[in-house]
C-alpha cells in the first residue's frame, strides 16, 4: 500500500517508530549497515513491509536521521550565537584584544556549546550512531555526516563573521578553525553523554579549546603578515 494510501498522522509514526527502532539497536552493538529489516521492523512492533513505505533502504533510513539531527539543532544554534552576542553587548561594551573581541566570544562560545552538548544529552543514541557512523562501512553515510559537519561549521563562521567577534581573522581562517571545532564537539559529544560526572569539566575544556584555537589562529596570520612585511 502506498503513502498515499495512508492517512498522513499513520504514515509519519510508521517512519518515527522506524527511525526510533533503528538508534536504539545501533547505539547499543552495531553500525546501521549491520540491522536487518525483520530485526529493526520487530524493535519497532511494525509488520516488515512497512519499512518499505517509508525508506527504500537502511541507508536511507540513515540519511533521515542525519537530515532530522541536523534540522533540530542547526537553526537553535546560530540564533543562540546572536542572542548571546547581544547579551554579552549589553552587559559589557565590545573591546578587541588582540585581534577577537573576547567579552562576546566568550559569551557566544559558552552558551552555544552549552546548548549542543544538552542537546546530545537529550538525543544520546543519535550521537553515537552519528559518531561511529563517520567511520562506518556505508560510504552514502559518511559523506553525509561530513555534509552536516561542514554545514554546522559554514553557520559557525558565516555568524561569526556577522557577529565581527574576529573582524581581524581572514574569512578563510575562520572556516577553516569553525570545521575543526565542528569535528571536535562531534567527537567529544561522545565524552559529554558517557560522562556524566564530568559534564562541567568537559563543557569547561571544549569552551577552552575553542577560544584557543581562533586565538591561535590570530596569532599565526599576526606572525605571517609580519613576515611578509619583512620580505
Known sequence: ?????????????????????????????????????????????????????????VDDLGLAMIAEMAARIRQPLRALRFEAAERAERDTPAKLTFGVDLARGQRVCSETVELFFAYAAQNPHAFIVGVRELHGSSKVLREALEQMMEAFASDMAEDLG??????????????????????????????????????????????????????????????????????
Open 162 to 231: 556577522k557577529l565581527q567577534l574576529l573582524p581581524s581573522l581572514e574569512p578563510a581562517a575562520v572556516r577553516q578553525v569553525s570545521s575543526m571545532i565542528s569535528r571536535q564537539l562531534f567527537q567529544q559529544s561522545l565524552d559529554y553523554i558517557e560522562q556524566v560526572d564530568r559534564r562541567p569539566a568537559i563543557c569547561a575544556q571544549a569552551q577552552a579549546q575553542i577560544l584557543m584555537m581562533f586565538a591561535g589562529a590570530t596569532v599565526l596570520q599576526a606572525v605571517g603578515e609580519l613576515k611578509l612585511g619583512a620580505d
Open 1 to 57: 500500500m502506498p503513502d498515499t494510501d495512508l492517512p498522513k498522522t499513520v504514515t509519519a509514526q510508521g517512519k518515527r517508530l522506524l527511525m526510533d527502532a533503528a538508534l536504539r539497536l545501533a547505539a547499543i552493538s552495531r553500525s546501521l549497515s549491520g540491522l536487518g529489516l525483520r530485526e529493526l521492523a520487530r524493535e519497532a512492533g511494525l509488520n516488515p513491509n512497512t519499512f518499505y513505505r517509508h525508506f527504500k533502504t
